[in-house]
Structure formats: C-alpha cells, structure tokens
C-alpha cells in the first residue's frame, strides 16, 4: 500500500481536461514539495512537474501542479492521444526519511 | 547531453550478487546525489536508496538495508548499487536517478531529474 494515494486510472477525450488527485499527510505532502512523472509505456519516467506547481523547459504548459494542504494535484488540459501514460507523484516524507510514490495513475485518452 | 548511462541487462542465479552501474553524462556527480529505483513487472515504482556526490554518504530504504550498497568513483563520474542474495523477487528495471535538489545543506531530495534507461535484471 502507497503512503500517497492516487486513483489508479482516470479517461478523457481529446482536448478534454483531467485532473489526477494525489493524496498525503502532514509527514510529506504537508510539508515538502510534490514531484510528478509521466512514464510512456516501456520507458524510463520523466520529470513533469518540480517544486509543487513548476514546469521544466520543454514541457507543455498543458500540464500543470497545484498542492493544498496534504493533498496535491495534475491537472492535463487540452487532451492528446501521446498523453496516455501513466502519472505519478513522489514527495520526500520526513517520518519515512525517504521519498514515498504514489501508485501511479493510469490516463487513456 | 544531460544524462544517465546504465550498464546492460543481466541474468543472475537466485543467491548471486548484482552490480549496476551508472555514469553520469553531461554533469559532474559530485554537484548532485544519485537514487536507485526499481521497477518489477506490473508493479509500481519502490525507492532502494540514494548516494551523495560529493562525500558519499547514503540512505537506504529499510526493505534493502540488509542486502545493498551504495557507491560511487567519481573519478569515473559514475554510481553503482550492489544488492545481494538475489531471488526472484527481485526481477525487475532498475533505474537510477540524478537528485537535482541535493546539496550538502538540505540533504537528498524527490526531484529525480534526469533518470537512466534502466537496467533489466533477470533472477531466475
């Protein structure tokens, strides 16, 4: 069982928006940064989403993080068929003294 | 580039040890940490541990305390994870993970940035 939860799959038509939940407590999520990854099928994950809510260089402002207390959330506009991944969310837990993952979401388009 | 090189995919007897590398490519590991994550078929990613670049020092998850170990040449620039007594449980990518918010101060981070390829390892 993941110490952060995440909703195991989520769907959307294109250029729908979605939104996946990622859900904590006060250990992390409460009070460190979130990370999100997008992992393609057969591939090695790839940074999304830094520091909670920023985006790195090359990635579309389609996707976009946001965190309110123990929970934080990914929110994916304008739907594309290449978004179909799954999606993750990582945050360093202090109780843990380590990073804790969410179980992944799983997005078909 | 910005990047991880790991070593290739290895089959191993179950009891055996295992030694995968990672050699950070357009970067100097000593200004970062380097994670180790696994992936088993099907299953979510699971955190094995982390290493700083600069003086070495490690965190391990306790599900691996016993069984791995951490280390880096940075004369080599490179990272390696050695998990022993290997059993089929242990199937799985291995990836390893440049810490982009390490620094001596603040200590290791979850911003992974950039990942390896992965390292396929077979125990069977």
């Known amino acids: 069982q993941s110490v952060l939860t995440q909703p195991p799959s989520a769907s959307g038509t294109p250029g729908q928006r979605v939104t996946i939940s990622c859900s904590g407590s006060s250990s992390n999520i409460g009070r460190k940064n979130v990370y999100w990854y997008q992992q393609l099928p057969g591939t090695a994950p790839k940074l999304l989403i830094y520091?909670?809510?920023e985006r790195p260089s090359g990635v579309p402002d389609r996707f976009s993080g946001s965190k309110s207390g123990t929970s934080a959330s990914l929110a994916i506009s304008g739907l594309r068929s290449e978004d179909e991944a799954d999606y993750f969310c990582v945050v360093w837990d202090d109780s843990l003294s380590g990073p804790v993952f969410g179980g992944g979401t799983k997005l078909s388009v | 580039q910005v990047q991880n090189v790991q070593s290739g995919a290895e089959v191993k007897k179950p009891g055996a040890s295992l030694r995968v590398s990672c050699e950070a490519s357009?970067?100097?590991?000593?200004?970062?940490?380097m994670h180790w994550v696994r992936q088993a078929p099907g299953e979510r990613l699971e955190w094995m541990g982390c290493?700083?670049?600069?003086?070495?020092?490690?965190k391990y998850s306790q599900k691996f305390q016993d069984r791995v170990i951490m280390t880096r040449d940075t004369s080599a620039n490179t990272a390696y994870m050695e998990l022993s007594s290997l059993r089929s449980e242990d199937t799985a990518v291995y990836y390893c993970a440049r810490d982009r918010g390490y620094s001596s101060s603040w200590g290791f981070s979850a911003w992974f940035d950039p990942w390896g390829p992965g390292t396929l390892v077979t125990v069977s």
């Open positions: 520091r909670s809510n």
């Open positions: 357009g970067y100097e590991l000593t200004s970062y940490a």
């Open positions: 290493i700083s670049g600069d003086d070495g020092n490690t």
